[in-house]
């Protein structure tokens, strides 16, 4: 792979590394202070009036003090960004790198745009977070807490130890790697994003992906075992739980997590899901409807 960025025989291709290679001594040290103090994007979160602009203006400090010497284009640069911003953290740092760039550019050139910068972030807030959203919450973390509880159900110490491991190795990565990439496409990222499909292919695919994996754990970790069973005549009797998985193999859990999903989209509190769980789990157990 090359230092830099590439540009093939066709101007619509472009090869990116996403290594810190290529970039000058200032720039890497930029962008390790805006991927450190990124982390804090959301210490300041302010609700529905600015979300996380204040820890975004935080982490883009380091790029602000080296593109704009005078205080005065330095307010306007923090000013500009005060407005709404919410994305998922982990792809987040992707739009501080093209921010960066902006600004960069802003700082070079007279007559540039400035107005393109918020324009671009909100644009980006959708598609990413999609993208983000599906990829770390509905599939990395579901992965991470089915081996984490796995193994932790067994009375291991290392269950918790791996789902932080499997899911913040993969995220502080691709923090690094996003920023690197933002800041090295520049404002072209757009366009080419949505000209080439690949901005809609990956957030169909990971999808996909998350309702694979939320439904493969809602398999191995729901159970239902019916105890009742139904006396007959001269032969033994037939357990309840035999018919219920005639009908539909796994059909009690797969409709407590459907409803459970109805709650929550309905906005019950998730603690008030908790304990009616359990209270309903331990009603079924003292009563003997479920067996151990």
């Known amino acids: 792979m090359s230092d830099e960025i590439e540009k093939t025989s066709s101007p619509d291709e472009m090869k990116v590394n ?10 890497r040290k930029m962008l390790n202070s805006i991927y450190w103090r990124s982390f804090t994007e959301y210490c300041f979160w302010a609700g529905e009036a600015e979300a996380g602009s204040d820890g975004f203006i935080y ?17 306007k640069a923090m000013v500009r960004h005060t407005t709404w911003f919410n994305m998922t953290e982990n792809v987040s740092t992707f739009v501080m790198g093209l921010v960066a760039a902006m600004e960069r550019e802003n700082s070079e050139i007279e007559d540039f745009d400035v107005s393109s910068i918020n324009a671009v972030k ?3 807030m959708g598609p990413l977070s999609g993208v983000g959203d ?17 193994i932790g159900a ?10 932080l491991l499997i899911y913040n190795i993969p995220s502080m990565l691709c923090r690094w790697w996003m920023l690197i990439l933002g800041y090295k496409l520049g404002s072209s990222f757009l366009s080419k994003a949505y000209e080439s499909g690949v901005m809609g292919i990956i957030m169909k695919a ?16 729901v159970k239902f075992s019916c105890a009742l069973s139904i006396p007959v005549p001269n032969t033994d009797a037939v357990k309840v739980q035999t018919y219920l998985d005639a009908i539909f193999k796994g059909l009690v859990p797969i409709s407590l997590t459907l409803f459970c999903t109805w709650l929550l ?8 899901l908790i304990l009616g769980i359990m209270a309903l789990g331990l009603l079924f157990g003292m009563t003997g409807v479920v067996s151990a």
């Open 18 to 27: 996403i290594s810190a290679k290529g970039l000058s001594p200032e720039d």
């Open 59 to 75: 982490s883009l400090m380091p790029a602000f003090k080296r593109f704009y010497k005078s205080d005065e284009d330095r307010t």
């Open 122 to 124: 909100a644009s980006l």
């Open 134 to 150: 599906a990829v770390f919450w509905g599939v990395l973390r579901v992965i991470a807490a089915a081996v984490g509880i796995s």
């Open 154 to 163: 067994t009375g291991s110490v290392l269950g918790p130890i791996l789902f």
């Open 206 to 221: 990971a999808s996909i992906l998350g309702l694979i994996m939320i439904g493969a754990m809602s398999a191995s970790f």
């Open 265 to 272: 989209q309905k906005k019950v509190n998730v603690v008030w």
